[in-house]
């Protein structure tokens, strides 16, 4: 072999040719050769690097396929952060580790944190202690406070600790943290470094990660897009090199013709390339068998071949062991002598099969260490890890640390391994949900059927379903959550009704999130029926979820017979079980029209919900986020804005994900109806990523009808019209109260775009034509309000008045919040025919709107209070109230509202500024496409052009261009130009 393939050994993957300036010619370790290639990534790196050192968060993905040369270039990042100042750490998920959880960022921080404890505070260390053992008091384990019969760990309250120690171990010159490999990271470390992505650390922090993308998984993905939206995102692509660069690679002594073999069988790719040139042997070509292409096994099978047998053996050990990995569990998986273990490890870093790292040591490349574990045989395997899980028992290690081994290794009624794999669940049920609920199955597996819970601690084998079920469901595993649940009945005696009951709810949780709620109604009711005393303790759950069941179907009335049943409170009941009852009542009587009864519910509610700690809200998550809609339907959205942020932290702080979409949704209700569209999208954004994630088509209909509403009252009408027919495309709900919104919001969205006859149809669809609608209060009032405003604006004022007529009707006494849309309906009708009488009315209504926090409602009523007074001659009051509505409008991000308000104010012959919510100066607060239409419109391209160019119909072009004009305040396309040529004076 040549010198150059000898090289190759030290740093082959990936090498790059420096580039001028920023990043280091020779970043890899000593004895490594530069870079070839990758001209296009290191200056984006030393970019990235840059936008830190100024005081930007950075998230960079590095994406290729395996050998890639992805691992190569994170060390060449790591090699420039130390010339920007900044410090650097580096981790690693690992292949046979994957279930640990946090493992990558453990990797990276832990030795660190020996080195340097931040003072955080004991609250913040004691939650940091659970997951790097460098901080815990009791390396042996976990703390006590994890067990199965201790509160979830608040994952919350963890991830913002976490943010906390990036921000302390920054310091002032800033920190790079590398996780290589994030495609074997466990759900924990995806979460934790997506909360990272929407809650940047407040330093100078780079967060670089590099995965294989055939192997990343869907959260994975989502939250690499989340990061690239949000805009601290990067991601750069590594691909194969080139021809050109691969002889570059190879050098001189390298023949042509053995250089196009080598580049043809490797394809380009790094490591394929490397592993070809180390063996003598000749190789064939051949597709991908899973990681490797066979000719690329077979030479590293080679390579491993001419280890001593001690060597092979160690090697093969350490593999079993960990990724990095001491030399004593080396030893003790390899059976050898902790003297021969050091003697062969010795040959294996001198042959290049693993480097040393500190006081430990890596192999070159996890597919080196999936070739070596694979080299041993299956049964040695087995056995290996057995020695491996009794030798870290031996020194205490965590049962997450030996938990993966245990899998491995134990054999069916092997009571200490199912313990162990228990013990590390339950660890981690709150962290780490998918985790738990992977170490319960193999605990299930190796417990013989009819297992039954003895006085050594151990659970029965019905008893660990039933925590499977339980961690499934609330980490939104839905699918196999239901599964779990419905075997579990099957198998649960007809008379043990508490284990039923709880099984039951989970189902039926699952069943309705899959969008089965007939499923879900009918077991509940099955199982009530087998219990002898309604008012029992395990009824209580079930009779819980079945009024759920009724309310999400609008069947109020029902809802209210099963609560009728239920007492506030029993002395045998838990304290969370009072708070969850509480929180259901407010919704049935407020549909029944009891507005009274149905405030002082919800004012009971809020105090046992303010006063309760974290852990029993987290039992009954469902029905706090009932609590939480009672209160938008009733006006009060000050309030559920809290209530809504506080359980959404609680959800995913005890990993429930399954009800986080609910609760963002709902916050985005509330954030935009109080005129914080910013924060509402952000929250309906949100809502849909992980509603995307549970692939529940209802949770995913709640979201996108969230996002579509916040998008209108932002001005962004056509997104609003796309997010709101995929809700309908969606179709999940249709006959409940939440498909009808769907349709509401695409009726919304249609008629901002100018799509009226449309737009009114779709609302009498999403009201049912007023036969029966199974919309709330408020709702209903908007729908009737928009119509009023319809009929008015096309000059039929009998029309709009029947709909103001029918608004009326709707008031209800107590709920003055929702009852200024009625008002808003009076006004629009009395407009044609005595205008100042609608202003009065119009005033009256944002009075209201203003005492309820109602900013968007309120500017909306201030314009027509200032329109009306125009029509009466008013010109006074009717600039008043315009310059009030455009400010409303601009604080809000109003865009389409601040561009009529800015309109009517120049019909009153006042000359205002263009400038607009988010718009820029000039702009008018136009959208992006907006933007793109005025610009052709400056170029002098008609319709049809513009069309063309942007590939969308005329009939939108005229669509944008009527927005255009109201948001600029002109009419024609010359004035659009005028105000273009003006803004770019300014």
């Excluded at 809609?629 to 959800?651: C, D, I, L, N, Q």
Aim: net charge negative; aromatic share 4%.
């Amino acid at each position: 072999m040549s010198t150059a393939c000898h090289c190759w050994g030290v740093d082959m993957e990936g090498r790059a040719e420096r580039h001028r300036g920023g990043l280091p010619a020779h970043g890899g370790p000593p004895g490594t050769v530069p870079l070839v290639g990758r001209r296009d990534l290191l200056p984006l790196l030393d970019a990235a690097l840059e936008d830190t050192a100024a005081g930007a968060f950075r998230f960079v993905a590095l994406v290729g396929e395996p050998g890639a040369g992805k691992s190569r270039l994170l060390t060449e990042l790591a090699a420039a952060a130390a010339a920007h100042k900044l410090a650097t750490l580096l981790g690693r998920a690992a292949e046979f580790e994957q279930e640990m959880p946090f493992g990558a960022v453990v990797d990276a921080l832990d030795d660190r944190l020996e080195e340097e404890r931040p003072d955080l505070g004991a609250a913040a260390t004691g939650l940091l202690a659970t997951v790097f053992p460098a901080l815990s008091a009791a390396p042996a384990g976990p703390p006590p406070a994890l067990g199965a019969a201790a509160t979830p760990v608040a994952r919350y309250q963890l991830f913002r600790a976490v943010r906390r120690l990036l921000e302390e171990l920054a310091g002032p010159s800033g920190l790079v943290l590398v996780l290589d490999d994030v495609h074997w990271a466990d759900d924990a470390t995806l979460d934790l470094l997506d909360h990272l992505v929407r809650h940047p650390p407040r330093a100078r922090v780079l967060i670089a990660v590099a995965y294989r993308p055939a192997q990343a998984s869907p959260r994975l993905a989502a939250l690499v897009e989340s990061s690239l939206q949000g805009g601290c995102g990067r991601r750069h692509t590594v691909g194969p090199l080139s021809e050109d660069e691969v002889a570059e690679l190879l050098g001189p002594g390298v023949s042509d013709a053995r250089r196009r073999e080598l580049y043809q069988a490797s394809g380009g790719n790094p490591f394929y390339l490397e592993a070809l040139a180390r063996s003598p042997e000749p190789f064939t070509g051949g597709t991908a068998e899973g990681d490797l292409p066979p000719a690329v096994r077979a030479a590293l099978q080679v390579e491993l071949s001419g280890l001593s047998p001690n060597a092979l053996l160690v090697a093969q050990g350490a593999a079993v062991a960990a990724d990095e990995f001491a030399p004593l569990p080396a030893a003790v998986a390899a059976e050898v002598s902790e003297q021969t273990a050091l003697e062969a490890l010795d040959e294996l870093v001198a042959r290049d099969i693993v480097r040393p790292v500190g006081g430990r040591f890596q192999f070159r490349h996890p597919l080196v260490r999936h070739a070596a574990y694979a080299s041993a045989a299956a049964g040695w395997r087995l056995a290996a890890h057995g020695r491996v899980a009794a030798y870290l028992a031996e020194i205490g290690a965590p049962a997450a640390a030996r938990a993966s081994h245990v899998e491995r290794s134990g054999r069916v009624g092997d009571r200490a391994a199912i313990a162990t794999l228990v013990e590390a669940a339950r660890a981690f049920s709150g962290q780490a949900p998918t985790t738990a609920a992977h170490w319960l199955q193999a605990a299930l597996a190796l417990m013989p059927e009819n297992a039954a819970g003895t006085g050594d601690g151990l659970p029965s084998r019905l008893d660990l379903m039933l925590e499977l079920a339980q961690v499934q469901s609330v980490g939104g595993h839905l699918a196999e959550g239901r599964e779990t649940a419905r075997t579990l009945l099957r198998l649960l005696p007809a008379d043990d009704h508490h284990r039923r009951a709880r099984a039951a709810r989970f189902a039926a949780l699952m069943e309705r999130q899959l969008d089965r709620p007939a499923e879900a109604r009918a077991l509940l009711l099955d199982e009530l029926r087998r219990i002898p005393d309604p008012r029992s303790p395990a009824a209580i759950p079930l009779r819980m979820r079945l009024i759920a069941e009724r309310m999400m179907r609008i069947d109020f009335r029902a809802a209210q017979a099963v609560l009728d049943l239920m007492p506030d409170s029993s002395e045998d009941w838990e304290p969370s079980l009072e708070v969850a009852v509480a929180a259901m009542r407010p919704m049935p009587a407020f549909a029944g029209g009891r507005i009274a009864d149905a405030l002082a519910y919800a004012e009971a509610a809020d105090r046992l919900v303010d006063a309760a700690p974290d852990e029993h809200l987290a039992d009954w998550m469902d029905a706090i986020a009932w609590l939480c809609w009672a209160e938008t339907f009733m006006g009060r959205f000050a309030g559920a804005a809290e209530r809504f942020e506080r359980a959404a932290r609680v959800a995913r702080a005890t990993g429930q994900q399954y009800i986080v979409t609910n609760l963002m949704a709902g916050l985005a209700r509330a954030h935009g109806t109080l005129g914080r569209l910013t924060e509402a999208a952000a929250a309906a954004e949100e809502a849909v990523g992980e509603a995307r994630l549970l692939t529940s088509g209802q949770q995913l209909v709640f979201a996108l009808t969230q996002q579509s509403l916040v998008a209108c009252w932002s001005g962004d009408e056509e997104t609003a019209l796309r997010h709101a027919e995929e809700a309908v495309q969606v179709g999940a709900g249709f006959g409940e109260w939440w498909g009808s919104m769907a349709r509401y919001a695409q009726a919304m969205a249609l008629i901002g775009l100018g799509r009226l006859d449309d737009g009114h149809e779709a609302v009498m669809r999403a009201c049912n034509r007023f036969e029966a609608p199974v919309l709330d209060q408020a709702t209903l009032l908007s729908c009737c309000e928009t119509l009023a405003a319809l009929e008015a604006g096309r000059g039929r004022p009998k029309e709009a008045e029947a709909w103001a007529d029918r608004a009326g009707a709707m008031v209800i006494p107590g709920l003055e919040g929702n009852n200024g849309l009625a008002r808003l309906a009076r006004a629009h009708a009395l407009v044609p025919t005595a205008p100042a009488e609608a202003a009065g009315v119009a005033d009256e209504a944002a009075a209201v709107f203003t005492k309820h926090g109602l900013r968007v409602h309120a500017g909306r009523a201030l314009l027509r209070a200032g329109t009306a007074h125009g029509e009466a001659g008013d010109r006074a009051a009717a600039l008043e109230r315009l310059r009030e509505a455009t400010g409303l409008f601009e604080k809000c991000g109003a865009r389409t509202l601040h561009g009529q308000a800015v309109r009517e104010q120049r019909r009153l012959g006042v000359r205002v500024p263009a400038t607009g919510p988010r718009g820029g100066s000039g702009t008018g607060g136009l959208s992006k496409r907006e933007r793109e239409v005025a610009a052709l419109v400056a170029e002098g391209c008609t319709n049809a052009q513009i069309a063309e160019r942007l590939f969308v119909s005329v009939r939108t072009v005229e669509t944008h261009l009527s927005h255009i004009f109201a948001k600029l305040g002109v009419s024609s396309r010359v004035g659009v130009v005028g105000a273009l040529n003006r803004a770019g004076r300014d």
